[in-house]
Structure formats: C-alpha cells, structure tokens
C-alpha cells in the first residue's frame, strides 16, 4: 500500500511564526500536492510538484510556499502564519504518467493563535 | 482555471433509497473527473472516476455520468447503506496541467436507518 505521511497530527502556532508542514511518500511518485481542507469550501489546491524542484500554484498559493529537494517529500511553509490559515492540511501524491490516483496523508490540523 | 461546482451540500436519504450527487466544471478540457469519499476523521479515498472518452461507468453499487456537452458529470449511489454516510467530493483535471486535480466543496451524505 502506498503511504502518505504528514509528521504532525496536530500543530499549535502563534501569529507571526514561519510553519513548516512535512509529507513523504514511499511509492516513488511523481506527483505531489497540498490542499487545505475548510467546512463548505471542500478541499482547495495550494500548491502541487511534478518533479523534483518543480512546482505550480494551485489556486490558493498566498502566503504559503512549498519545496521539494527529494522526490519522496514535499513540504508546505507558512512564511508568516496568521490567523486565517487556521485549517486542516493534506499533502496527497499520484504516481505522474497518466495516473492520477491520490493518495492522501492523514493531514495536519494547524491552529495558528 | 478550473472552477467546479457540487450540489447538494448536504443530503439524507432513507437506507435502501438512492443518493444523487451532481457537479459542474468550467473547463471544457477537463478529461478526468474522479469522486473521493471521506468518512469522518479519515482521509479522502478514491471511489470511482471517469474519463471524457466514456459516458458512464459502474461499480456494483455506484456509477458516475458524464456529459460532455453541458460540463456536467453525476455520482449515483444505488441501495445505500449506513456505510455510505461520509462527505464526497467530485474532482476535475484540466488537460493544460494533467496533474492538477480540482475538488468541489463537498456533499455530506447521510443515511436514516
């Protein structure tokens, strides 16, 4: 089975702070994202990776970037975290090369304070 | 870019009834359109998807509809069970970034006994 893991269930931060959210995956994907999850605004696109060191803005990338120097991890960093970026965090991967599958890690609950 | 829409945002059915979940997506490109079930406190699983060369697909108790023309594809859940209760999430991949994976908001299903 592929695994999606995030290193933090939950996370606790104060306004102000710089975030950093971790995910690997183990089946060598190619792809792999990072979505916010809010109730009634569904699962929202921040930022996804198709390669190593590549990345495209999903549709809600402010105030939020991304790196990935292995394949097998993609991180979400939070330069400045405020208030409004309180949300559940899930980092998902899919295997590139016309299979789109997700799989989803388990998220991040972040409360910024 | 991609915008889908999801209706109902919530729906309860007597167990035994049928569930119908419908979506709409802006890009008419858009070639892949999978549907994503999460049970509470778990993370989203792929439960069917479709791609715009097929018109319906069927697995035993669920099928999704695709309409090319109107930008409409549906999620039919036959015979429910208690557990079917979970939010679904209806999904588009633009065919400019075939990675990319766009979700509606959700459609918490809830079956009476």
């Known amino acids: 089975d592929v695994k999606v893991t995030q290193s933090s269930r939950y996370l606790v931060k104060r306004t102000g702070e710089k975030v950093f959210l971790e995910c690997v995956q183990d089946?060598?994907?190619?792809?792999m994202f990072w979505y916010r999850q809010d109730p009634g605004l569904g699962l929202r696109l921040i930022y996804f990776?198709?390669?190593?060191?590549?990345?495209e803005k999903g549709d809600i990338p402010e105030g939020y970037s991304v790196s990935r120097e292995k394949k097998e991890r993609f991180s979400l960093i939070l330069e400045s975290a405020s208030t409004n970026q309180t949300s559940m965090y899930l980092c998902a991967s899919s295997p590139g090369g016309g299979l789109e599958k997700l799989f989803f890690g388990s998220g991040t609950q972040l409360s910024v304070l | 870019g991609e915008n889908v829409e999801q209706h109902p945002s919530t729906l309860s059915v007597q167990e035994g009834d049928s569930a119908v979940i419908k979506c709409t997506y802006s890009?008419?490109?858009?070639?892949?359109f999978p549907w994503y079930k999460q049970e509470l406190g778990k993370r989203p699983q792929l439960i069917i998807d479709i791609r715009s060369n097929v018109g319906e697909k069927k697995d035993q108790r669920i099928a999704v509809t695709l309409n090319k023309t109107a930008k409409h594809f549906s999620l039919h859940i036959t015979e429910t069970q208690p557990e079917d209760s979970a939010v679904y999430f209806c999904?588009?991949?633009?065919?400019?970034?075939?990675?990319?994976?766009?979700f509606g908001s959700g459609t918490r299903l809830s079956i009476r006994p």
């Open positions: 999904a588009a991949s633009p065919v400019s970034s075939a990675s990319k994976i766009i």
């Open positions: 089946m060598d994907h190619e792809n």
């Open positions: 990776s198709y390669d190593v060191k590549m990345k």
């Open positions: 890009d008419s490109a858009s070639n892949y």
